[in-house]
């Protein structure tokens, strides 16, 4: 079973910059994309971003700009988030497109980090 240790969350003033971090628990055969996703009070779960592991990226219109996406290695991803607005407030999932040594093919979600923006 992978795990999706996700770190970097936190509180901060709008205008503002945090960076998550995710990394895969477990030795896999490989990890197609990966990517954040985020969940706000009475809203659905949104895709932020989105990374293959040929460095493919797609973004939401609503952080363009002002999201970054980093595929640190084959088991890692990072989002450095700048200029922070208090609607970029959520709870941010890892998601992780996993292929493993058996050929199962699954997908994978971490626990979640909290962002909050506010002054």
């Known amino acids: 079973q992978v795990q999706l240790v996700e770190s970097g969350g936190g509180s901060v003033q709008p205008g503002g910059s945090l960076r998550l971090s995710c990394a895969a628990s477990e030795s896999v055969f490989t990890i197609y994309a990966m990517g954040w996703y985020r969940q706000a009070p009475g809203k659905q779960r949104e895709l932020v971003a989105t990374i293959t592991n040929g460095r493919s990226t797609n973004y939401a219109d609503s952080v363009v700009g002002r999201f970054t996406i980093f595929r640190d290695n084959a088991k890692k991803v990072s989002l450095q988030m700048n200029s922070l607005k208090p609607e970029d407030t959520a709870v941010y999932y890892c998601?992780?497109?996993?292929?493993?040594?058996?050929?199962?093919?699954?997908?994978?979600w971490g626990q979640g980090t909290q962002v909050t923006v506010t002054s």
């Open positions: 998601n992780a497109d996993v292929k493993s040594y058996d050929g199962a093919r699954n997908a994978y």
